[in-house]
């Protein structure tokens, strides 16, 4: 009956109950759906970096590191290649020869990353095709074709099949330059990227450098992202002469943005579980002062401080536990919708892919962040409920019977 | 056989001029009395009640109720002694608003821990008693306040207590509901043998008991028994 008879003190004064649990259920959902936003808005952006620039794993030369000079080549990478494209866990991998230099048009010059890639491979691994607004991939181009960034063709107003010269030092430290034609546009969330980088196909970058079969850097993308760590365990083992990196190991800022928004959100929800817990404490309060004199009566005939303090703890676990799943719901169903339709951000387009970010954000929150935000919201519920019950133990019987 | 001694009580509410509630009170209570405390405003009626219900302790002075000195007992242990031992009928109803006319009967039944097959019956049984067995499902908000007075004199008497305790019981009934509420309580008296003790200034009350004790200043100036009283 202790049960039944806190379930109607919570109905007793409906509107102000109401009013409560609407709150609740508001809050939780704003701050669900912040989360789906914010957690959609960072996986987006750390796939996206591992899609089109990190992949899951990369091997370089240990010398690599230090000041990229093309000499520091990935010894037997092509047979190193093949035998990390048999592996089961492995989806695609990619061996590339990269280079620094000279972006020249007849517009002007700019220094640049060179990117040289097997056309099948890298479709595999980034797919660097879809990325292409303008003209055609490397593949079905003749000569020496280059995909230029479409940020920075429109820089130096390029047009396909117009001749640019990459100059850059070859593998004997010798300046050497090429003319590349402009095959096609490619564009990525990330317009910063997209202005300085190109890509060649690899055997024209070797040829030009004077390389063999050398690469500079194998790229590895993976059935499951889980397994990383197992396979750099496996390929350091099996070469400890290179250097395995995974993506959090090359791109630290991208872990930063996972950790960070992950403790962000949750300090996000702290905050407005607390405004909600006073909120409850207050509402709880009201409750019991206006029920002075009921309070006292039920002790008087009998009821003890445990079971005084257990209803009015049952009240406010049940004033927050009908708004809870209600905006825990909300916050599902909005999470849901908007992690297929997406959130069209296009009107700060320009903003987000200066920093890598899509501009069609899909909200998305994994099952442990509900359960943790469940978890908080019970906490807060038992902590709201603490100092109401407590003031409701305090009644003194005979003060209380005779109080207005 | 005393349900209610006391010896000696002081009651003393402390200030800058300390209120002396009850002074030098002493007296018993037999098994079956139908008594009123009377007095003016401020004579220490309400305290009176509240020291031998357990609400209250004493300055100073003992109180025993069915034999257990109950100034002794702790708060939770004075709970426990009301549950089992005392019914309170309050001036102002106080009724669980949320519970139904059978759930505040049944209230300190559950308390007592009592089996579902004997609250029911025993619920039947006093809400019957005092007249109201067609308004049982019936919440406090709809009935009148001489029904659900009476629904509090059921409450009072479902855990079967020793005596009942009714605080000014008609105070706020209009004439048939107070004669009404009367009779049941009479009945009750003469024909179980429950003690009622009241506070009261209502004369209706006063005309019926068999015992009536006057205080003044918080002091007994009478103690006599009523041998006009409607209910002897």
Known sequence: ?404 | MSVVKLSNVEKTYPGVQPVHALQAVSLSVEAGEFTAIVGPSGSGKTTLLNVIGGLDRPTSGQVWVNNTDIVSLSDNELINFRLLNIGFVFQAYNLIPVLTAAENVEFTMLLQGRSKTERDSRVAELLGEVGLADRKNNRPGQLSGGQQQRVAVARALAPKPRFILADEPTANLDSASATTLLDIMAELNRREGITFIFSTHDNRVIERARRVITLEDGKVISDVLNSQSAAS
């Open chain 1, 1 to 404: 009956m202790l049960i039944q008879i806190a379930w109607r003190n919570v109905w007793r004064s409906r509107l102000r109950s109401g009013i409560v649990i609407a709150a609740i259920a508001i809050g939780l959902f704003a701050g669900l759906f912040f989360m789906g936003f914010s957690w959609g808005l960072s996986i987006q952006r750390v796939d996206s970096a591992i899609a089109g620039e990190f992949s899951h794993i990369q091997v370089h030369n240990p010398g690599w590191k230090e000041d990229h000079s093309t000499r520091d080549t990935v010894t037997g990478g092509m047979a190193l290649i093949r035998e990390i494209q048999q592996r089961p866990s492995v989806k695609a991998a990619s061996a590339r020869v990269m280079n620094e230099g000279m972006f020249t048009t007849a517009r002007g010059a700019t220094g640049i990353q060179i990117h040289g890639v097997e056309p099948e491979e890298e479709i595999a691994l980034t797919h660097l095709n879809e990325t292409l607004v303008e003209g055609q991939y490397l593949d079905s181009a003749r000569g020496t074709p280059i995909l230029v960034g479409k940020s920075l063709a429109e820089k130096y107003k390029l047009r396909l099949r117009n001749t640019v010269v990459l100059t850059f030092q070859d593998a004997s430290g010798h300046v050497t330059s090429g003319a590349f034609k402009v095959s096609g546009f490619y564009q990525t969330v990330n317009a910063k990227n997209d202005q300085s980088k190109v890509f060649v196909k690899r055997s024209d970058l070797q040829a030009l450098m004077g390389m063999d079969a050398e690469v500079h850097e194998i790229a590895i993308l993976l059935q499951n992202p889980d397994s990383v760590p197992e396979v750099q365990a496996s390929l350091v083992a099996e070469r400890p002469d290179l250097k395995v990196e995974t993506w959090k190991e090359l791109a630290p800022d991208l872990r930063l943005i996972v950790d960070a928004v992950g403790s962000k959100m949750m300090v996000f929800m702290v905050i407005i579980l607390l405004a909600l817990g006073f909120g409850i404490v207050n509402t709880m309060m009201m409750s019991v002062l206006e029920r002075t004199r009921e309070l006292g009566m039920l002790m008087a005939v009998g009821m003890n401080k445990l079971r005084v303090f257990l209803m009015i703890m049952y009240e406010t676990v049940f004033l927050t536990m009908v708004g809870a799943p209600l905006g825990m719901f909300m916050g599902w169903v909005a999470i849901q919708y908007f992690g297929k339709k997406g959130i069209d951000l296009a009107a700060f387009s320009e903003g987000l892919s200066q920093y890598g970010f899509d501009t069609m954000i899909y909200t998305a929150l994994t099952p442990e962040f509900y359960i943790q935000v469940a978890v908080m919201v019970v906490a807060t519920a038992l902590i709201s409920a603490i100092f109401p019950a407590w003031r409701a133990l305090r009644l003194k019987p005979v003060e209380a019977i005779h109080s207005l």
